[in-house]
Structure formats: C-alpha cells, structure tokens
C-alpha cells in the first residue's frame, strides 16, 4: 500500500521496512513524531497475514505512543515497530540479531522495549548490536518491570475519577477485566484502599487467586460488563468498549491499562451520553513508558517517576475540567491536548 496515501499515514516522519533473507526478518519501524525527544515504543512480534496489515498496525501504535508519551510530559516522541513472525521454524535468536542491527541502523531516533509477544531475552539479543533499547531488567538506570508503574498510574486515575463523582474508594465496587500484570496489581491497590472487587480473567487460576487474597466476586468473561459496579477496569484487551458492550454498562467509570479501549471514536459520544465518565486509555496507563523515559534519558529515580505519576494524575484533572467546560468528550479533548503538545 502507498505511504503516504496511507489513511494511518498522520504526517508520519518515517517509517521504516527491513527485510533479511538469512533471518527471514521482516519488520517495520514507524516513527511519527520526534518532536519532543527520540521516539520510543516497543516492538511487536505477531503473526501478521500480510504486510498490509502489519505495516497498519505500526503506524496506528506509533501515533498512539506520540500521544502517551506527550501527555505524560516525557521528553520523548512516538514510534513502534513490528516484526511479523515468520511461518515454520526459525532462528529466534538470529531473528532478534539482525533485527537489533537495524534498530542500530536508524541511528537513535528509535528506542524499543518490550511489547507483545516479545521476552526479555529477546531485548537482550537486540541490546547486543544497538544501545537504543530499554527496559532491561540490568545495565545503566536499569528500570524493570514496568507494569507496577503503570498499575499505579491505573489506580491514581481510579481515584481521581472516583474523587471527581463524589465517590469514596473504601466500599466502592470496582469491576477489573484481566488480571495480568497490570490488572492484579490494581486489584490489590484497590483492595487496600477499601474497595470492593468483582474480577474475570480467562485464567481461572489468576480469577481464584484474586478471590483468595483479595475476596473479589469471579464471573464470566463475558459477563463483566454489566456487572452493578461504580467503576470497570479493562486491564486486558483493546477494542472492548464498542456498540454491544457500552450498552452493557452500569458503571460510571471507566479506567483501565488497556490500550486502544474505544473500537472507534463514535463510542467516546456514546459513553458521554450515557454519563459515564472515561478516562482516556494512553493518559491512565503511562505508567510503564515513564518507567522506561527514566531509564531513556538516564536519570531514572523512584522520585522522578513519582513526578511524572503525578503528572498524569494532574493532566486527567485537566482533561475532566475542559470536558465539564465545554461538553466535549474526554478522549477528544485528550487527542487535542496531545496533538497540541507534538505541534501537530
Ligand atoms: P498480561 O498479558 O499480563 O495480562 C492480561 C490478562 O488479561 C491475562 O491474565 C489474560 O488471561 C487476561 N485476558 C485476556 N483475554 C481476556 C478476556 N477476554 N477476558 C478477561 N481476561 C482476559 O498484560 P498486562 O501487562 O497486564 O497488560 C494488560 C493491558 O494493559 C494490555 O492491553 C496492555 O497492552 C496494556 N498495557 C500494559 C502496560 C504494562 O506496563 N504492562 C502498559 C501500558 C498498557
């Protein structure tokens, strides 16, 4: 498909596709914005059908990060990039060589880290021919982990939207959908803070565990929507508030890690007429690319991320505000912020 035709093309500054033949590497590096620093993001490693929809998803999660990385003040752009899995056999560790060789060749205005589908020696095979990678668990400014970071920034925005409703966590029903990484660690913020849970993961072992220590309430997957609940957490998938589910809803709330949550803009006026608060999906769960940003820009501290966690929590404030001013929805007033503040 043409690029710059492309209709997920958005003024991309570049995009990049490698291919190898030893390998079988095919990957695309996509960087939208460097306005603000280096782009970061991670890679993803996915079977893709066809190049077409590998090289749409690079730019549509390349764009997304601009926006995340510029709503939680990091002086970092966007960018993303995808190795599509090669069919049959293949040679993990050379496929990451190569691909770290050309993370090398872009020569910094790209940083990866880990995504979907990726493991942690899979950085570190790519950390072996380029510095522009984070997110290790050892090295200079080392940062981890990231998903405690993000759980925190989740449940802060929890809080201040609970806050901006006159409502009080202790004794308030939360329903969290996935309990992952991100999603248990929220649980247990929340179960700490008094709350009452309701939990569903596709993993029954993750939704006992949850019953175990915190005395969540398990149901099915499919029945966490409509669950009578103050506040619904997606700390799993992406595209899961869309025409069927809204509609499901009983909470007014909605904050969770989960990327891309709205199946198109159209469900942000939907929730909106509904009355239920959003909390915009890349201004909640920054947590984890702030955690990765110390370790960028070398000067990670748990105070430095404190700072920034606290930044998100005082950008959603400011997003709530303009969306009581003007009526506008929160996730258009935070696609304006953003593109306001890549100078887009
Ligand atoms: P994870 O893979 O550790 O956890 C996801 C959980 O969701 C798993 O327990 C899985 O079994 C469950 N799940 C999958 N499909 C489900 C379904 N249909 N119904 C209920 N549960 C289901 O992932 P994570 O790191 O916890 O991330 C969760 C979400 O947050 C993802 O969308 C991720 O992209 C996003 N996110 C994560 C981070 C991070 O720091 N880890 C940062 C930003 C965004």
Same mark, same amino acid.
């Given at each position: 498909?043409?690029?710059?035709?492309?209709?997920?093309?958005?003024?991309?500054?570049?995009?990049?596709?490698?291919?190898?033949?030893?390998? =079988?590497? +095919? %990957?695309? &590096?996509?960087?939208?914005?460097?306005?603000?620093?280096?782009? *970061?993001?991670? #890679?993803? $490693?996915?079977?893709?059908?066809?190049?077409?929809?590998?090289?749409?998803?690079?730019?549509?999660?390349?764009?997304?990060?601009?926006?995340?990385?510029?709503?939680?003040?990091?002086?970092?752009? =966007?960018? +993303? %990039?995808? &190795?599509?899995?090669?069919?049959?056999?293949?040679?993990?560790? *050379?496929?990451? #060589?190569? $691909?770290?060789?050309?993370?090398?060749?872009?020569?910094?205005?790209?940083?990866?880290?880990?995504?979907?589908?990726?493991?942690?020696?899979?950085?570190?095979?790519?950390?072996?021919?380029?510095?522009?990678?984070?997110?290790?668990?050892?090295?200079?400014?080392?940062?981890?982990?990231?998903?405690?970071?993000?759980?925190?920034?989740?449940?802060?925005?929890?809080?201040?939207?609970?806050?901006?409703?006159?409502?009080?966590?202790?004794?308030?029903?939360?329903?969290?959908?996935?309990?992952?990484?991100?999603?248990?660690?929220?649980?247990?913020?929340?179960?700490?803070?008094?709350?009452?849970?309701?939990?569903?993961?596709?993993?029954?072992?993750?939704?006992?565990?949850?019953?175990?220590?915190?005395?969540?309430?398990?149901?099915?997957?499919?029945?966490?929507?409509?669950?009578?609940?103050?506040?619904?957490?997606?700390?799993?998938?992406?595209?899961?508030?869309?025409?069927?589910?809204?509609?499901?809803?009983?909470?007014?709330?909605?904050?969770?890690?989960?990327?891309?949550?709205?199946?198109?803009?159209?469900?942000?006026?939907?929730?909106?007429?509904?009355?239920?608060?959003?909390?915009?999906?890349?201004?909640?769960?920054?947590?984890?690319?702030?955690?990765?940003?110390?370790?960028?820009?070398?000067?990670?501290?748990?105070?430095?991320?404190?700072?920034?966690?606290?930044?998100?929590?005082?950008?959603?404030?400011?997003?709530?505000?303009?969306?009581?001013?003007?009526?506008?929805?929160?996730?258009?007033?935070?696609?304006?912020?953003?593109?306001?503040?890549?100078?887009?």
């Amino acid at each position: 498909m043409a690029i710059f035709e492309h209709p997920s093309f958005d003024e991309h500054e570049s995009v990049h596709s490698f291919y190898d033949p030893e390998t =079988g590497l +095919k %990957a695309f &590096v996509a960087v939208h914005s460097t306005h603000l620093g280096p782009s *970061a993001g991670g #890679t993803r $490693f996915w079977r893709y059908e066809n190049s077409d929809l590998a090289l749409r998803d690079v730019l549509r999660l390349s764009r997304g990060m601009s926006y995340k990385n510029a709503m939680a003040g990091l002086k970092l752009g =966007g960018g +993303k %990039a995808v &190795v599509m899995k090669p069919e049959g056999d293949f040679d993990r560790n *050379a496929l990451f #060589t190569k $691909f770290g060789e050309f993370i090398n060749s872009i020569g910094g205005a790209y940083y990866t880290a880990e995504d979907v589908g990726m493991t942690t020696d899979d950085m570190r095979t790519i950390r072996t021919k380029t510095k522009f990678v984070a997110g290790l668990d050892e090295g200079d400014a080392a940062s981890g982990d990231p998903s405690p970071i993000t759980a925190d920034g989740v449940f802060r925005c929890i809080k201040l939207a609970a806050n901006k409703r006159g409502l009080d966590l202790a004794g308030a029903t939360i329903a969290v959908q996935g309990l992952g990484h991100v999603g248990y660690t929220v649980c247990r913020l929340l179960h700490a803070a008094g709350a009452k849970l309701i939990v569903t993961d596709i993993n029954q072992q993750a939704a006992n565990n949850a019953a175990d220590e915190f005395g969540a309430k398990i149901v099915a997957p499919d029945e966490i929507y409509a669950q009578t609940a103050d506040v619904f957490s997606p700390c799993a998938l992406g595209a899961i508030l869309n025409p069927e589910t809204v509609n499901l809803l009983k909470a007014n709330i909605i904050a969770g890690a989960a990327n891309n949550q709205l199946s198109t803009p159209e469900i942000g006026l939907a929730l909106q007429d509904r009355d239920i608060l959003y909390c915009p999906d890349y201004v909640v769960n920054a947590g984890g690319i702030i955690n990765i940003a110390g370790e960028i820009e070398g000067n990670y501290s748990p105070e430095w991320v404190e700072t920034k966690l606290q930044g998100i929590e005082k950008t959603l404030g400011q997003i709530f505000d303009l969306a009581t001013e003007t009526g506008r929805t929160t996730d258009a007033i935070a696609d304006e912020m953003a593109r306001a503040r890549i100078g887009r």
